[in-house]
């Protein structure tokens, strides 16, 4: 049990559409990154935010956006999807800047 | 730039025979090490982490993982493996780049035959 939560758990899109994907973390994780985890592939690192501010960006455009609140819940928002967007969305959070992520179960999305 | 290689996309070892999983990283600075393990369906769950000092470290169910900076290597290892360690196996580096952010290998499958 690592207190992070993700929602929804599955969920079917078509292209061209839009998704908000939800995290909550543990109380005092002020650090969360998304991750995007392909069929049979590594997770990806999307972004990350720390004290409600983007704090590092990996090689996604900018269609896939994010917030973060200061209850400890983020967003996860991919605009304008594509078929190659159909993968595992990993929520991880921590304690400040560094050290060990607690991950969600994930959000299993699927573009059609 | 900097990755995380695991050479292995899949092992296949018998029940209590040893294990070790390989893991090579390509970065400047000694970084963050981890592993994490994700169970079909599950999340990522943390086996082990490497910050400074001791360069073998111990983990939870048995697993240790020993760094070597000359071969920028962390491998993982674990004397005996059980029926239940059968999963994904996951290597990662911490690491300041505009940002701390923590960068996953592409996973090594273990199986784990009676």
């Known amino acids: 049990e690592t207190g992070v939560t993700q929602s929804p758990t599955h969920l079917i899109k078509t292209r061209g559409q839009q998704v908000t994907l939800r995290c909550s973390s543990q109380?005092?994780?002020?650090?969360v990154s998304w991750y995007q985890q392909a069929l049979g592939q590594g997770p990806q690192f999307i972004f990350q935010?720390?004290?409600?501010?983007?704090?590092g960006r990996g090689n996604f455009p900018p269609r896939f956006s994010g917030l973060q609140f200061p209850n400890y819940s983020s967003e996860l928002n991919v605009n304008a999807l594509e078929l190659d967007d159909s993968a595992l969305y990993l929520c991880?959070?921590?304690?400040?800047?560094?050290?060990?992520?607690?991950f969600g179960e994930g959000s299993r999305l699927t573009v059609l | 730039a900097q990755s995380v290689t695991q050479p292995d996309i899949h092992i296949t070892v018998s029940e209590g025979a040893s294990l070790e999983l390989r893991c090579n990283y390509s970065?400047?600075?000694?970084?963050?090490l981890f592993w994490y393990v994700q169970s079909p369906g599950q999340g990522l769950q943390l086996l082990l982490k490497?910050?400074?000092?001791?360069?073998l470290v111990q983990g939870i169910k048995g697993f240790e993982a020993e760094f070597k900076r000359s071969q920028s290597s962390f491998n993982l290892r674990k004397p005996s493996v059980h029926w239940s360690d059968a999963a994904e196996y996951f290597c990662?580096?911490?690491?300041?780049?505009?940002?701390?952010?923590?960068?996953f290998g592409a996973g090594t499958r273990l199986f784990v035959k009676a």
């Open positions: 490497y910050f400074s000092g001791d360069t």
């Open positions: 990662a580096v911490g690491l300041y780049t505009g940002g701390f952010k923590t960068i």
């Open positions: 970065y400047g600075a000694t970084p963050y």
């Open positions: 991880a959070s921590r304690v400040g800047n560094t050290g060990e992520l607690f």
């Open positions: 109380s005092g994780h002020n650090t």
């Open positions: 935010y720390y004290r409600e501010e983007e704090n």
